[in-house]
């Protein structure tokens, strides 16, 4: 079945450093791939997505770009801020018939300190 | 365009009772999920709804059910409540296909 599999948290930077959160992910055919942010005490919101090989989603400063030859959707961002500590969540969503639900990796939490 | 609004924001019941949890999605949308996360976990696929009708099911116990009514809307009911269903329950929508999911700010359910 489908699964997405991201590098386990926390992970601490500090502010302006570099982020990478790497994503990869297994799936019949061509899914979706996704990128949500959890702040504390909300729900996710939807920080950037990619339907086809090659896409490139950004947002916000981050960027992800959907790599069907290394089935692999990491996460970047140049230089973070105080205000990106969150937990991120990569996510995939197959087509069609039973498949067309989101399914979600482990979640990464970032602390982003002054 | 209001967003995906659930209610209550909290529920607090004792082991053994029902819980109802209610899920309004962004107008147009037709399919409504359900995802349950607990504390210091993922999030856990439970319901998937369209038109209507339940499209998938999750790896969750019969005691996990729910329905969508005609104006979309949505409702989940967890019978015979147990501790470790504790947990913060997300709703959300989607327009269908490749189209993302946007959630609300769910419900906290514990049960002591």
């Known amino acids: 079945g489908n699964s997405v599999t991201q590098m386990e948290g926390p992970v601490t930077l500090s502010e302006e450093a570099f982020l990478t959160i790497n994503c990869t992910y297994t799936?019949?055919?061509?899914?979706?791939l996704f990128w949500y942010v959890q702040y504390p005490g909300e729900g996710l919101q939807l920080l950037l997505k990619?339907?086809?090989?090659?896409d490139k989603g950004s947002n916000k400063g981050f960027e992800a770009t959907y790599r069907k030859e290394t089935t692999s959707f990491h996460l970047e961002k140049g230089s973070v801020q105080v205000s990106d500590s969150a937990v991120y969540f990569c996510?995939?969503?197959?087509?069609?018939?039973?498949?067309?639900?989101?399914?979600f990796g482990a979640g990464t939490r970032l602390a982003v300190h002054p | 365009e209001a967003g995906v609004t659930q209610s209550p924001t909290h529920l607090i019941k004792t082991r053994g009772q029902q819980a109802t949890l209610r899920c309004s999605p962004i107008?147009?949308?037709?399919?409504v999920y359900w995802y349950q996360q607990a504390l210091g976990l993922g999030l856990q696929f439970l319901l998937w709804?369209?038109?209507?009708?339940?499209?998938n099911r999750g790896n969750f116990p019969p005691r996990f059910s729910g329905r969508q009514f005609p104006n979309y809307s949505s409702e989940l009911n967890v019978n015979a409540l147990e501790l470790e269903d504790s947990a913060l329950y997300l709703c959300?929508?989607?327009?269908?296909?490749?189209?993302?999911?946007?959630f609300g700010n769910g419900t906290r359910l514990t049960v002591t």
């Open positions: 959300a929508s989607s327009l269908g296909d490749t189209s993302p999911l946007h």
């Open positions: 799936a019949t055919g061509y899914p979706s």
């Open positions: 990619a339907t086809k090989a090659d």
């Open positions: 996510a995939l969503k197959g087509r069609g018939g039973g498949y067309n639900k989101l399914i």
């Open positions: 107008s147009g949308h037709t399919s």
């Open positions: 709804y369209d038109e209507g009708e339940e499209r």
